[in-house]
């Protein structure tokens, strides 16, 4: 149980647990005999009451051992579970290969409003309940949660499992020799920014079979009529056919509207411009700086060591290599998120910015 001011003369005598003298039975004495009374009287002594018992609750959540049968099984019963003082153990897994690529120990520091913890000389990880509500997996070990397609973040109740299961982890690594790795798949037309014409291309066909609005209508039609007046689109884009029919069809269905429509692109038109989207993709080491510009000024350890691992995984499975053009600021990135998870600190200056903000085309 944990101790407050209310139960604290009550409970106390109970504690079987080794105190540190600070919190031994002379200072306990003390507190009950001659400065509880003066409890919310004196700020001084509410002070020093409050923390003593938070000292005193921090001795017993690290010493007395959890009860059987009461392990986790979702968010409420883990807010239950879990103490300020708690040690748990952390494993960063890849799913790709198996393997276990960062480990080590960590201690709940705090309950609320979210769930953080602490690990010697790391910044402080901060997990949302909220978020853990949608996507935690709990199991008879730990708790655990996909962050992208390529990494899990695990926590184990114990070491003993943590040992286990960091040898079973090799066994799927090694399914794949060296030269089995797998290799991402890549888009037949990669480009650091999207034509104007696959964009609209896109907001059309995602149209397709939903309610959209006059205004959704005539927004799109009114941003290719402003393409051809400036000439972003030409009648020799590549594009230009399809970016015509797109207009027509748009002007035809907006003079049939009443308000609001369930938009079908004509099926003799849907296959090909899904084609034509699905053949394009941005740059794989761009679209990781725009993440990171994204990040800047909003960064958290979090969205930093998602960030972080998939610039790695992208540099092992082939989307980024030494003859990307933007190979350079990829390393220049990484470095940044690596420093700022040493320190805690995200320096960028003006000039890097702009630089990584020219190279990705943000702003046009």
């Known amino acids: 149980m944990k101790i407050t001011v209310a139960n604290i003369e009550k409970e106390y005598p109970k504690i079987t647990a080794k105190l540190p003298e600070k919190l031994g039975k002379e200072e306990f004495e003390n507190i009950v005999n001659k400065q509880l009374k003066y409890y919310n009287k004196s700020e001084g002594i509410t002070k020093y009451i409050d923390t003593f018992i938070e000292k005193l609750n921090d001795v017993l959540a690290k010493e007395q051992p959890k009860k059987k049968g009461t392990l986790p099984k979702n968010i409420d019963s883990l807010k239950a579970y879990l103490e300020e003082g708690q040690e748990l153990f952390y494993q960063h897994i890849n799913n790709n290969s198996g393997d276990i690529e960062l480990e080590r120990k960590v201690r709940v520091k705090s309950l609320s409003p979210d769930l953080t913890l602490k690990s010697v000389g790391k910044p402080d990880m901060i997990i949302k309940y909220s978020f853990l509500k949608n996507v935690a997996k709990f199991d008879k070990d730990g708790f655990s ?37 797998k290799q991402a798949k890549r888009k037949p037309n990669e480009v650091d920014l999207m034509p104007l014409e696959v964009k609209i291309i896109r907001r059309y066909i995602n149209f397709h079979n939903k309610k959209v609005t006059e205004r959704q209508v005539s927004l799109l039609y009114k941003t290719i009529q402003k393409a051809a007046t400036e000439k972003t689109i030409r009648k020799t884009s590549k594009y230009a056919d399809e970016i015509q029919k797109i207009g027509n069809d748009l002007a035809k269905t907006y003079k049939e509207m009443d308000g609001i429509c369930t938009f079908i692109v004509p099926e003799s038109m849907y296959s090909k411009l899904k084609e034509i989207v699905d053949g394009y993709g941005i740059t794989p080491a761009i679209a990781l700086i725009k993440r990171f510009i994204n990040l800047y000024g909003n ?35 990484q470095k940044h998120l690596e420093d700022y998870l040493e320190s805690d600190k995200l320096i960028v200056t003006q000039i890097q910015l702009r630089g990584l903000e020219g190279l990705a085309s943000l702003g046009k």
């Not at 996909?146 to 499992?161: A, E, Q």
């Not at 610039?311 to 350079?328: L, M, Q, R």
């Open 299 to 333: 960064i958290t350890v979090d969205k930093a060591k998602r960030l972080l691992t998939s610039i790695e995984n992208a540099k092992k499975n082939g989307k980024v290599t030494t003859s990307d053009k933007a190979y350079d600021k990829i390393n220049q990135v």
């Open 145 to 181: 949660y996909g962050v992208g397609h390529d990494t899990t973040f695990r926590f184990l109740w114990n070491t003993k499992v943590a040992e286990k299961t960091k040898k079973k982890a090799p066994k799927s690594a090694s399914k794949k020799t060296s030269t089995e790795k």
